[in-house]
């Protein structure tokens, strides 16, 4: 089992940068692809950005591609995502998920864990 708690998440204006982080419990969390999707009001969540287990490949929506990173420090258990440029179109609620499978997928089908979100505001 795996517990995942984002934090990170504000009310910033356009061009600014945010770091959202995934903190995550569970002693097999290092072997899990991690995901951050996003949901906006009245929209479809959607993928933002995966990572997997050993960090060494990444994807990425086209829409924030050049402006987002996703991180992991297995460690301390805790994913990243860093966020640059920020748009008006950023904002949405922010969530992390843990995929057992270790493949680098992009539909939430795919994820088993999921946190509670974070809302990310960006003011224009």
């Known amino acids: 089992q795996v517990q995942l708690v984002e934090s990170g998440g504000g009310l910033v204006q356009a061009g600014d940068s945010l770091r959202l982080s995934c903190a995550a419990s569970?002693?097999?969390?290092?072997?899990?692809?991690m995901g951050w999707f996003r949901q906006a009001p009245g929209k479809e969540r959607e993928f933002v950005a995966g990572i997997t287990w050993s960090g060494g490949s990444t994807s990425y929506a086209d829409s924030v591609k050049g402006r987002f990173t996703i991180s992991r420090d297995r460690a301390k258990k805790t994913a990243y995502l860093q966020m640059n440029s920020l748009k008006p179109e950023d904002t949405a609620v922010y969530y992390c998920?843990?995929?057992?499978?270790?493949?680098?997928?992009?539909?939430?089908?795919?994820?088993?864990?999921w946190g509670q979100g974070t809302q990310v505001t960006v003011s224009s």
């Open positions: 998920a843990a995929d057992r499978s270790r493949l680098l997928h992009v539909s939430q089908d795919y994820f088993d864990y």
């Open positions: 569970g002693r097999t969390f290092s072997s899990y692809t």
